[in-house]
């Protein structure tokens, strides 16, 4: 368990007592691997993300494509010689865009479920820790914001705010951390009552230290699931936001935005501008949660082997 | 009698929201379904174009075509009417008064009514004349196609000696070609017996006879007019001389009309409501109409191949081409901008990275043309020159680059290009370009239209190769043309390129001699542009019949490059359910639903 081998000093232990208590950690990481990697659809999940980031990031390496300058006069090409998935609208070549696009969705999508989980575990580990007073403002809070249609407040914000992608991904997790706030502050106000945290009070030890050496550490399997979750919404809401025309103007791309252009030629018969980059969309969100619900499993004890 | 003269105004686009395209396409579509019956005709609006104002004495922001034919006209119809079918003359059948006739060597205009009543049974009368004037007069600096000097101070002075007959006196002869297509063109008779007051119980009587009464009126009927929701209730505008009155009428620009039962035209409506369907963008209405939710409506460019599929489904297509130049305005009056926007060099290179037969091979499929200069070279006519037709800048990059490389710039393809070489001399950057100036611009454009995003994606990356940066963003067409307002320098004016997609279409300026957005000063030359050598020439055209003073207008300033000239596309592709007969298609694109009949 975390909380045994913290490197707190009161709670000072021999070396002897620290390899013996390691152990049985040692034993729940084992387990928790072989309940994940028992897991056949978090392990094609995990495989498929392996292969999209690949894809995304190393594949310009290997495929070469101008992103940067249009080309009318080579528009809406269908597949062949030169453009294995054909050109859009303005002649870019659709299998590079998906790449240059996927930068863009994936490191949007991570940065913002990051950001987001972090403020939202901070938040919601201190309206636990502190209760009374504190966490009824500051969960109310939470409350005033999840009442609030996300998709409307973001539409309005890229009406009004130049979009780029440090914008977005402030924008995305500024909705984003409350699920993570509300999760963490559920855990928190189980663990704050444990012998360990009473522990550290008693001792003196302060709300950070609760917090950060023994509250989050303990929680850190809601964390790293929720934001598995969240890595996925952040992707999915990039990908409306680019549907509805408020993603990051050309030449940049991303995903929603070249599924949103190739729905406009639906009735001319363009299926290259909408089957493959809509099938990245759907493989990516759903490996995520696939490896999210084995994350989940894993993390419950009743389903790890003794 | 000219073989063609049509029309400019400005294409009316304006647009709510951009997004949710096939949902609000299924939603529209929905929405009017059980309208689509055998007392009903729905009309597809332009995507992102609805009309917003229904007072036709009005600012810049709202002259469009949608508010001036497909809304406004419906309901007040203009003293005089241009298009007789497709043909874009004068139509004296469905005018309201008779032709004028000139005398006191064409300096006095003697303008008879015919016996045309408004919907409370009053007739249409001088007075309404006049009480459109008074206010015209009054408030000339919000008119979008005034010109200083022209329509209405060239009226020095006006009466109204009986009931059907107006009298106007002019500062001095004018072409009487021009003047009826030009200048009375612009009046509408508007019901002063109903209209003139200034508050809402305050009494009607002569209150617009003075400029102080005018101004009065013209503000409380503003006012009135910028509360859109009342306009289906509000009892001002239920006083028509058109065929229809407003039954119904939403933010959204959705429309229906009903037949006005007093409406003294030749033609009455035969069928029960006409509706003006509003959508986002134009891959909704391709929905909405393979839905057959829509009588009138239009397929994309983008799906013109799938006409053959329309056909099937009971539906006839019809190219719908304008009397329209399509172009998009730079501000010369910007503060930091404006002056590198005076240099004809610049706009020469900026106009030679504009592949317009491109454009309209890809982007229109084919449903457009380039526009060279101020006159349309479609339809056929005999008002554009060779000179024009010819294309005066043809597409080529390297041109383009030398041009600013001989006046003092430092290219960086991709990169920003910069002034290396200040000053007014032949090979220096020009007159108020300070050393280091950069080449970096902002341009918005309308959204709703596919190909308009397309073309200037291209355009960005074109000029990219010029060193030229242009900072792309996007918006409803309401907010374009209200953004691309003629203002003076410093620091309010801000814009710098705005584009709302299809340039002018003439009109009320049915003969293209420009004054209406060329020519300094006027109400409507967005960006400014002053050139006196073109004044002149236009000025020329305004008392001198016959077209050598028109070719000379016409072939100076295509050279000139007075805005940016872009590819024009049809108004639309429209298709015409079978069973909608009388649709006649003016390239005016003024319509007269009253004559359209449904057939089972």
Known sequence: MSDVSDRSPETAIDNAEVSQLVRPARRRGAALLQVFLENKLAMAGVVIIVLIVLFCFVGPMLYHTNQVSTNLANSNNGPGAGHPLGTDNVGYDVLGRMMVGGQSSIEIGFAAAILAGVFGVLWGAVAGYFGGIVDSIMMRIVDAMLSIPTLFVLLLMAALVKVNQFNLTLAVALFAWLVPARLIRGETLTLRSREYVQAVKAMGGGASRSIFEHIVPNAIGTIVVNITFQVADAILLLAALGYLGFGIPPPAANWGSMLSQGVTYIYAGYWWLIYPVGILIVLTVMSLNFVGDALRDAFDVRLQRR | MLNLFHKPVRVALGALIASSSLVAAGAGALGSSASASTTNITFALPPAVTPNYIFPVMGAAYYSNVNLYQFQAEMFRPLYWFGNGASPTFNPTLSLAQAPVYSNAGKTITIKMKSYKWSNGKPVTSADVLFF??????????????????????????????????????????????????????????????????????????????????????????????????????????????????????????????????????????????????????????????????????????????????????????????????????????????????????????????????????????????????????????????????????????????????????????????CTNPGTGPTQCGAGIAKGAALNFNLQFATGYTYVSQEMQQLKSNLAQDGIQLNLTSAPFNTVIATAAPCKVGPSCSWQMENWGQGWSYGPDYYPTGESIFETGSGINEGSYSNPINDANINATHTISGTAVLYKYENYLAKQLPDIWQPNPDFQISEIRSTLKGVSQSSLLNFTPEYWKLSK
Do not use: C
């Open chain 2, 133 to 418: 004037m008074d206010m015209l007069k009054a408030e000339t600096k919000i008119w979008p196609v005034y010109v200083p000097g022209e329509f209405p101070d060239n009226v020095v002075s006006m009466s109204a000696p009986n009931a059907s007959t107006v009298v106007f006196n002019l500062d001095k002869a004018y072409s009487t070609t021009w003047m009826l297509y030009n200048e009375l063109s612009q009046i509408t008779p508007l019901p002063a017996a109903a209209w003139d007051k200034t508050s809402v119980n305050g009494t009607v009587g002569n209150n617009a006879g003075t400029t102080a009464g005018a101004q009065a009126v013209w503000k409380f009927l503003t006012a009135q007019a910028q509360t859109v929701a009342t306009y289906a209730t509000n009892p001002l505008w239920q006083v028509v001389d058109g065929p229809f009155k407003l039954k119904q009428f939403d933010s959204t620009g959705h429309t229906v009309f009903v037949p006005n039962p007093s409406y003294s035209g030749p033609v009455k409506v035969s069928y029960g409501s006409l509706t003006l369907q509003p959508f986002t963008t134009d891959a909704a209405e391709y929905n909405a109409l393979r839905a057959g939710t829509v009588d009138y409506g239009y397929v994309p460019p983008q799906d013109s191949g799938q006409i053959p599929l329309l056909k099937s489904q009971g539906y006839n297509s019809s190219p719908w081409i304008g009397w329209s130049i399509n172009y998009f305005p730079l501000n010369y009056n910007n503060p930091t901008v404006g002056p590198i926007f005076r240099q004809l060099y610049f706009r020469q290179a900026m106009q030679e990275m504009v592949n317009q037969p491109t454009d309209v091979k890809k982007a229109l499929y084919g449903y457009g043309y380039p526009t060279y200069g101020p006159v349309p070279i479609e339809p056929k006519n005999n008002l554009s020159t060779p000179q024009e037709a010819a294309n005066p800048y043809p597409f080529n990059p390297s041109k383009s680059k030398a041009l600013l490389t001989s006046h003092g710039w430092t290219v960086k393809p991709g990169g920003t290009s910069t």
